[in-house]
């Protein structure tokens, strides 16, 4: 693992315009069933600018020695989970394609973060393209559901308390309004919606996946050093 986990307060200077802006968005589902509700384009796509500058933000916030030399690939979106489309809790994961990940958590949900795990033995770690685990039927039940929009039952919740229970809860945030958090992509995690279905209020989240992080000729580590300066 490169990256840490870390916490980070009050990201953006005016986040109501940030979350009201997301609102204006369209937004997809993935056709696959990858993940719960739906997300925008890449802002990379749709607003150039705004990407190019967040993108920046979240990387000289983690690496501030760095920041000036930095070259990278990124793909970010804003996502939003109704509390029908997400399941409690959330399918542990890894971000496969990432290589640092960030989350901006913009919804007044502070139960509604990320917790981080560790596989329990060899047999549970995720490996291939995929990214899953060997117990891969019950990535595929999650994903049949939700494709096909179906309401969350019996053997929706015993697939993902099988999946879960390969992993041990090592840590975690709170979804604390306008904070954002980083961690490895290859980190197990997942999205901690114990008490999202008791609001009317969407998750709503930016949500990042950085690739190619090079300055000056090296790849970008995450040293703690820099964190005491953050």
């Not at 719960?36 to 000289?60: A, D, Q, V």
């Not at 989350?103 to 981080?116: D, V």
């Not at 393209?129 to 179906?150: A, F």
Request: a neutral charge.
């Amino acid at each position: 693992m490169l990256y840490s986990n870390s916490q980070i307060l009050n990201f953006f200077q005016k986040p109501d315009e940030i979350v009201q802006y997301a609102k204006s968005l369209d937004y997809y589902k993935d056709p696959k069933g990858k993940w719960p509700g739906e997300r925008s384009k890449c802002l990379s796509e749709i607003n150039y600018n705004f990407f190019n500058i967040t993108c920046r933000k979240i990387l000289s916030s983690v690496f501030p020695m760095d920041f000036y030399d930095i070259s990278f690939k990124a793909h970010i979106h804003f996502q939003v989970i109704h509390p029908e489309q997400s399941g409690s809790p959330g399918w542990i994961h890894q971000d496969i394609y990432s290589d640092f990940s960030s989350i901006i958590y913009l919804s007044h949900h502070e139960n509604c973060g990320t917790n981080f795990f560790t596989a329990k033995n060899e047999l549970s770690k995720f490996s291939g393209e995929e990214g899953r685990c060997p117990s891969d039927t019950y990535n595929k039940i999650k994903e049949d559901y939700y494709v096909n929009n179906k309401p969350f039952d019996k053997k929706y919740s015993q697939a993902l308390e099988k999946n879960n229970s390969n992993f041990v809860k090592t840590g975690g945030f709170n979804s604390i309004y306008n904070s954002l958090i980083t961690f490895d992509g290859h980190t197990d995690h997942n999205a901690n919606l114990d008490k999202h279905f008791n609001s009317n209020e969407p998750r709503i989240t930016l949500i990042s996946f950085f690739t190619n992080m090079v300055s000056k000729g090296r790849t970008l580590k995450y040293p703690g050093s820099e964190l005491n300066l953050i």
